[in-house]
């Protein structure tokens, strides 16, 4: 079954710096993979989805992330981090099977 | 609004009671989820329902059922509560495979 793994459950920038959140993952066919984002109290929220179309995909509120067969990684970035940034991040993958597996989920504090 | 609506958003329960939790889609979603979101852990699948009329097992069943109404509800039952069922909950639709999840805003139970 297909898996993934995000690297630091707790991620700390500063206003205005680069958001490096990192996703590895594991599967045996093409994957689908996704990140969502989530804030207190609220359900998850789609960001951005790599469905082969195209390796660099762009989402909203100014993220995108890099599909890398060759690492197996999805790794999610912004250039500039915003106060509104602060959030709970999750990394998935899905197979056709109506199989979806989530991260352990990273936490995004963004500092003044 | 449109979306995945449940219901009720917090609940307290005595070990060995019984509820549902509802869940109800005004998207036409063919497949509906049930997680569970524990610190640490993500997102684990209870139940999912690829379609009308069908459920399956997903990661965590033990210890709760499911029934998928129509297309557009799906409901979650635990039987007899324990304390390990403390959690919140998540209902989820999706159109496809390739389809991000669209979220419900979650119930947060707690057994005591």
Known sequence: AQSVTQLGSHVSVSEGALVLLRCNYSSSVPPYLFWYVQYPNQGLQLLLKYTSAATLVKGINGFEAEFKKSETSFHLTKPSAHMSDAAEYFCAVSDRNNDMRFGAGTRLTVKP | NAGVTQTPKFQVLKT????TLQCAQDMNHNSMYWYR???GMGLRLIYYSASE???????????YNVSRLNKREFSLRLESAAPSQTSVYFCAGQDGFNYGYTFGSGTRLTVV
């Open chain 2, 37 to 39: 979101q524990d610190p």
């Open chain 2, 16 to 19: 060995g009671q019984s509820m």
């Open chain 2, 53 to 63: 009329g069908t459920t399956d097992k997903g990661e965590v069943p033990n210890g």
